[in-house]
């Protein structure tokens, strides 16, 4: 294959996964991995990429970039659809107890799920909180949620309350379980996110719940945002739609996550 062939293949692997890695794609060309480094270089020269430790992620993909609610909701994908479906069974009609849902895509997909939970002994509420106003939105008329929507500063950007009241707030509860989305997940920096605000919240959640299931689609494995808000050890449960890569599934395992590929 030849050099431009394989940089026609690596953009378009960059637009359907979000990130590609050296060694992956020196097995997948049957070239050595310097070829490859220097395709990268040369794609990174180009504008169509950014280089990351081990690989490449597609260009804008630096640690401080983050879209908007409504632009990642377009491109909602089937793996974020399985990676909510399989969290929302972790609440199946026998639970009893209280959910904390992160603001995000996902989670709001998980959300969407729940809005049909129904107990299966009458009359039992599931208590749901959340600190996303379109999360709230879509609970609210659920006949069997007890919703508490936290009070705090609305980012325009993510629509999710965040600051010092929020955090404030889910410091003073113990929910049963807390859904948190992340913007990266890798073996040395754990989970993150672009905003310290949306970071400081995240954490409130982890610190606060008895058990914490984090939900990441494969183009968060291996990415870095710029604000690290939980290690990988204090996470119990990862919900993802493709098995990690290996260093980060080695890691996943030294820190007893469990993982579930949906």
Not at 9 to 17: A, C, G, K, V
Not at 35 to 43: K, V
Not at 220 to 241: C, M, N, S
Request: no cysteine; glycine share 8%; charged share 20%.
């Amino acid at each position: 294959m030849y050099a431009l062939e394989r940089h026609d293949s690596i953009t378009e692997l960059l637009r359907d996964e979000g990130r590609v890695v050296v060694a992956d794609l020196a097995s997948r060309f049957d070239v050595t991995t310097e070829t490859i480094r220097r395709d990268l270089d040369a794609l990174e020269q180009a504008g169509v990429l950014q280089r990351v430790h081990g690989g490449a992620v597609a260009a804008g993909h630096s640690s401080v970039s983050e879209s908007s609610f409504d632009e990642r909701q377009a491109q909602h994908t089937p793996g974020k659809a399985a990676i909510a479906l399989a969290a929302a069974r972790l609440v199946p009609p026998t639970f009893a107890g209280s959910v904390a849902l992160d603001a995000g895509t996902t989670t709001a997909a998980v959300a969407v799920h729940l809005a049909s939970w129904e107990p299966a002994e009458p009359g039992r509420l599931l208590t749901v909180i959340t600190n996303a106003v379109p999360i709230a939105a879509t609970l609210q008329h659920s006949p069997h949620i007890d919703l508490r929507l936290l009070g705090g500063r609305v980012r325009g950007l993510t629509s999710a309350a965040v600051g010092t009241a929020t955090v404030e707030q889910i410091s003073a509860l113990r929910p049963d379980i807390a859904f948190v989305g992340t913007n990266g997940i890798s073996a040395g920096f754990g989970l993150s996110t672009p905003d310290e605000l949306e970071g400081a919240v995240k954490t409130a959640y982890v610190r606060a719940a008895r058990r914490v299931v984090a939900l990441a689609d494969q183009t968060k494995h291996g990415a870095e945002a710029l604000t690290r808000f939980a290690r990988l050890d204090e996470v119990d449960t990862l919900v993802t739609d493709t098995a990690p890569p290996a260093d980060l599934a080695g890691a996943l395992a030294e820190s007893d996550v469990e993982v579930i590929v949906a």
